[in-house]
């Protein structure tokens, strides 16, 4: 049997939401979009929420809202999922790549030394479930007058100094994408704020932008959402912290039993709780155990091999080389975990990682 990198969620309650908001004969925008929304800004503590199509449409219009122009630089890590680059080259800024710290998230001095009179805002990213250095990423914002925009696509629940991500910044976004530690059986997003008028900047954003049924008051686009997902994601939403705990458990059990070996595990860092969206080590013999692995039918990963600074679509901004960034993704390799995986294949994965070090 095959061992999965993530397994998604799946059972009768899960159907049984489905089927209940096929019969509503509301499809889009209804009341399960609204309860989801209001119960989603609850658990991140904000006063808003934006369901959306995507957690790239989600990261879009929270730019386009902050007034993001042709010209502005965006500070953003470069090891990240390229939808993070994307949707602000999307919004016409300019992305300017910066270099990771030890918890594989954007690193602040780094930051810091990029800055520019032409810089306007900062993208953290809560890469594989661990919280940036909201603190230090806080300071800087405030020093140099830049709105944070953060990208919580892989970090729902996630908390820094006990207090959620998605509650730091101007503006965050959500992925719901399948292996998500949240997820509606599709592609999904949704932005919080406590903005008033960038929350209703973005729901019209995400709409044509209409101001009612007749009058576009701007040019957005369709990046609505639908009842059917929205039903899905609040049964999930309920179970969250839930599953955020099963994926803390299974790193533990991972952790203990790859103790030892000359591979580095993911750390926590003081004031992170981390919800290991995925469980990435890091070793020189990264492709040899993952042929390894894969032949005894364990999926394993890579996020990402190819850091965003070097990816051909941006080739023209000529990107300065970030070495940290460069050399681990030359050795990260993601293990699986989801709350849907059981301890008897998290040992299956451990004992095959020893065997693999041991020949
Ligand atoms: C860090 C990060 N940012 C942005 C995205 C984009 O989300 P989506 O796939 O929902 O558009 C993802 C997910 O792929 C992600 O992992």
Same mark, same amino acid.
């Given at each position: 049997?095959?061992?999965?990198?993530?397994?998604?969620?799946?059972?009768?309650?899960?159907?049984?939401?489905?089927?209940?908001?096929?019969?509503?004969?509301?499809?889009?925008?209804?009341?399960?979009?609204?309860?989801?929304?209001?119960?989603?800004?609850?658990?991140?503590?904000?006063?808003?929420?934006?369901?959306?199509? @995507?957690?790239?449409?989600?990261?879009?219009?929270?730019?386009?809202?902050?007034?993001?122009?042709?010209?502005?630089?965006?500070?953003?890590?470069?090891?990240?999922?390229?939808?993070?680059?994307?949707?602000?080259? /999307?919004?016409?800024?300019?992305?300017?790549?910066? !270099?990771?710290?030890?918890?594989?998230?954007? !690193?602040?001095?780094?930051?810091?030394?990029?800055?520019?009179?032409?810089?306007?805002?900062?993208?953290?990213?809560h890469i594989y479930g661990?919280?940036?250095?909201?603190?230090?990423?806080?300071?800087?914002?405030?020093?140099?007058? =830049?709105?944070?925009?953060?990208?919580?696509c892989q970090a729902?629940?996630?908390?820094?100094?006990?207090?959620?991500?998605?509650?730091?910044?101007?503006?965050?976004? /959500?992925?719901?994408?399948?292996?998500? %530690?949240?997820?509606?059986?599709?592609?999904?997003?949704?932005?919080?704020?406590?903005?008033?008028?960038?929350?209703?900047?973005?729901?019209?954003?995400?709409?044509?932008?209409?101001? %009612?049924?007749?009058?576009?008051?701007?040019?957005? /686009?369709?990046?609505?959402? %639908?009842?059917?997902?929205?039903?899905?994601?609040?049964?999930?939403?309920?179970?969250?912290?839930?599953? %955020? !705990?099963?994926?803390?458990?299974?790193?533990?059990?991972?952790?203990?039993?790859?103790?030892?070996?000359?591979?580095?595990?993911?750390?926590?860092?003081?004031?992170?709780?981390?919800?290991?969206h995925?469980?990435?080590?890091?070793?020189?013999?990264?492709?040899?155990?993952?042929?390894?692995?894969?032949?005894?039918?364990?999926?394993?990963?890579?996020?990402?091999?190819?850091?965003?600074?070097?990816?051909?679509?941006?080739? @023209?901004?000529?990107?300065? @080389? =970030?070495?940290?960034?460069?050399?681990?993704?030359?050795?990260?390799?993601?293990?699986?975990?989801?709350?849907?995986?059981?301890?008897?294949?998290?040992?299956?994965?451990?004992?095959?990682?020893?065997?693999?070090?041991?020949?």
């Open positions: 049997m095959t061992i999965p990198l993530s397994r998604p969620p799946l059972d009768d309650e899960i159907k049984g939401a489905v089927l209940a908001a096929i019969d509503s004969r509301q499809y889009i925008l209804g009341p399960e979009c609204r309860g989801f929304e209001a119960d989603f800004a609850r658990y991140v503590g904000a006063q808003h929420a934006v369901l959306t199509s @995507s957690g790239t449409a989600a990261l879009w219009m929270a730019l386009k809202a902050f007034g993001v122009k042709a010209g502005d630089e965006v500070l953003v890590p470069a090891h990240t999922a390229f939808p993070t680059v994307e949707a602000i080259c /999307f919004a016409e800024a300019t992305p300017v790549f910066l !270099d990771v710290d030890d918890s594989y998230t954007l !690193d602040p001095k780094d930051a810091a030394a990029k800055v520019t009179p032409r810089t306007v805002g900062i993208v953290p990213v661990h919280p940036a250095n909201l603190t230090l990423i806080q300071e800087l914002a405030a020093r140099f007058g =830049l709105w944070i925009l953060e990208d919580c729902h629940g996630a908390t820094w100094q006990g207090k959620k991500v998605g509650s730091f910044g101007r503006a965050a976004a /959500f992925s719901f994408y399948p292996s998500k %530690n949240l997820t509606v059986m599709g592609d999904g997003g949704i932005l919080v704020t406590d903005d008033d008028e960038i929350a209703a900047r973005c729901r019209r954003l995400r709409d044509h932008g209409r101001l %009612n049924k007749d009058v576009h008051a701007e040019v957005g /686009f369709n990046l609505r959402f %639908n009842e059917i997902q929205a039903a899905v994601g609040r049964v999930l939403l309920r179970r969250l912290d839930q599953m %955020n !705990d099963r994926r803390r458990q299974l790193a533990s059990r991972y952790a203990e039993r790859l103790a030892g070996l000359p591979i580095a595990l993911p750390s926590e860092q003081p004031g992170a709780r981390h919800v290991y995925l469980y990435v080590i890091r070793t020189d013999r990264r492709d040899a155990l993952a042929a390894f692995l894969k032949a005894r039918g364990i999926q394993t990963g890579i996020h990402y091999p190819v850091p965003c600074h070097r990816q051909p679509a941006v080739e @023209s901004l000529n990107a300065p @080389s =970030l070495p940290r960034t460069e050399r681990i993704v030359r050795e990260i390799l993601t293990l699986p975990i989801s709350a849907g995986h059981t301890e008897a294949e998290i040992d299956q994965v451990t004992a095959a990682v020893r065997e693999f070090f041991s020949r």
